[in-house]
RNA sequence: GUGGGUGUAGUUCAAUGGUAGAGCACCGGAUUGUGGUUCCGGGCGUUGUGGGUUCGAGUCCCAUCACCCACCCCA
């Protein structure tokens, strides 16, 4: 019987796996750089965290979610996003007593059930960073900051950052209460996804891309029209810093997080390239999200981004990550007695921290130097019996032809060269 | 959940309804101790799967599965 990966899955082969590993250790690095330190939690968790913080509504809870009972009838989730379980995690280890700030950042699988597409998986990785504990705007700036900096670190341009506020919760009511006031007259003439939304999030209304829909929506409220004083300010202070900070951005009053509990700053990184799925990463303010589930009252902004993405962004744009290792020396042995002479010098190498490449099935030398030649080493050590015999070993560069006989003593000789 | 496209060797692709092929990759060999070039040799693959039409199906029809793209939604 032959198994197919889950649809919507895939394998990171060897082939690739060193690039992941280069990008995630890169974001590793510029994460503690601003003070973040990593937090891993597990991959599900009980279905009910995620129902309560991002929505019963949101289509994540809704159609995109794994859920699962154990065999004690418990419901599970595997996340569909990181911020929850990160939240739960602080909340339930106390973390706000250790600090009235924390800085945390994540690594890791999330899953939803989607049909996939360009971009888009049912087993993706995302990268996050979560600030809890202030309100301050400079956090706000920071977070973004982060994601900013490293996207132009690692090379990436023709990224467009995209900044709005939905205001706080009564603020966002309000506008809500408006928006449905103004569609109110045309209801029965937009479409039937548009009827949905108005109840469930008329935000939504804005960006329909159904073509009747459109005219609908000329004249509609927005959203930064109905800013109270204090997140008003907020907002302002958060582009001032940016601009501050040289990060430039454009207002988008459509963007509309897809969780409920995002408040004040929502912002979006695109790549255009990507397709459909332009999204690198998004985030946003919870401010209310620590309290509802069971917390005390503490302001907090995050965001996630996808690795997937992003890999794909930075190898249209010709961006090298890493390298894939290769051997510095590959170890051609001749003969029964050579090889099972060679045993010790070959591992006295690997203790040096030496990668030699070794197959003992091959024993032809034309093979042998094939293999070595694919290998990619730049050496080849060569022992056949009578250089065991006389204690010694050929070092051979493949790039020249130069050969040497160097002794075959606990790797020293060789080291020499091969670090040199 | 809805729509469109595509499924042939490890891979990239051929094959007017009439015997399934090629490039690349891979393995072996060209006096069993010095490689990358060249030459020679090596492939029966349930043509994604299951039905149907036909004397005959990789080719036409239906179903199913998978992949790609888009809607939706988002990372």
Redesign the pocket.
């Known amino acids: 019987m032959k198994y ?2 889950p ?2 899955t895939f394998d990171i082969l060897p082939k690739d796996s060193y690039k992941w590993q280069f990008v995630m250790d890169s974001f590793r690095k510029v994460a503690s750089r601003f003070g973040y330190e990593e937090i891993t939690t597990p991959i599900f968790e009980v279905a009910e965290l995620f129902e309560r913080s991002s929505g019963e509504s ?3 809870v809704q159609k ?1 979610m794994y859920r699962f009972s154990d065999r004690k009838e418990r419901t599970f989730a595997l996340r569909p ?1 990181g911020t929850a379980p990160v939240v739960r995690s602080y909340v339930e280890n106390h973390l706000d007593v250790l600090s009235s700030r924390t800085k945390l950042f994540y690594i890791g699988p999330m899953f ?1 059930y ?8 049912r087993q ?1 990785y ?1 990268y996050g960073i979560e600030f809890i504990g202030s309100d301050n705007p400079y956090y706000d700036a920071e977070v973004i900051a982060i994601e900013m900096l490293w996207l132009k670190e690692l090379g990436l341009k023709n990224l467009r950052l995209e900044l709005n506020s939905v205001g706080c919760a009564t603020c966002a009511a309000d506008y809500e209460a408006a928006l449905r006031e103004f569609f109110r007259p045309n209801l029965d003439k937009l479409c039937p ?1 548009c009827a949905k ?1 108005f109840d469930i999030k008329p935000r ?1 209304l804005l960006d ?2 159904v073509p009747s829909c459109k005219p609908f929506r000329s004249g509609a409220p927005a959203q930064l029209d109905y800013l109270d004083a204090h997140c008003k300010e907020h907002f302002a202070k958060v582009c001032d810093t940016l601009t501050a900070m040289d990060i430039a951005y454009t207002i988008n009053p459509s963007i ?4 409920d509990y995002y408040t004040n700053t929502a912002f ?1 990184v695109i790549y255009d390239g990507l ?8 985030g946003g303010r919870y401010n209310g999200l620590i309290e509802q589930i069971g917390g005390k009252s503490i302001p907090a902004i995050g965001f ?3 690795f ?2 992003l890999l794909i962004a930075l190898e249209q744009e010709g961006i090298q990550l890493g390298t894939r290792p290769v051997p510095d020396a590959y170890l051609i042995c ?2 029964d007695k050579a090889r099972a002479g060679i045993m010790p010098y070959l591992n006295a190498l690997r203790q040096k921290d030496v990668y030699v490449d070794y197959d003992p099935d ?1 024993s ?4 042998l ?6 290998s990619g080493a730049r050496f080849a050590l ?1 022992v ?4 065991l015999e006389a204690k010694q070993v ?1 070092l ?1 560069n ?2 020249t ?1 130069e ?1 040497v006989s160097l002794p075959l003593d606990g790797g020293e000789a060789v080291v020499q060269v091969l670090k040199s």
Request: charged residues 35%.
């Open positions: 197919n990966i649809r919507g949101s289509d994540v995109e996003e939803r989607d049909r996939p597409q360009a971009g888009r998986y993706f995302q996804d939304r939504r329909c891309k509309v997080r897809g969780l979006e397709g459909a799925q332009n999204s690198l990463a998004g996630a981004g996808g997937e993405r001749l003969g091959k032809s030398l034309k093979a130097f094939k293999a070595a030649d694919t060569i056949g019996d009578s250089e050929n051979k493949l790039q032809g050969q």
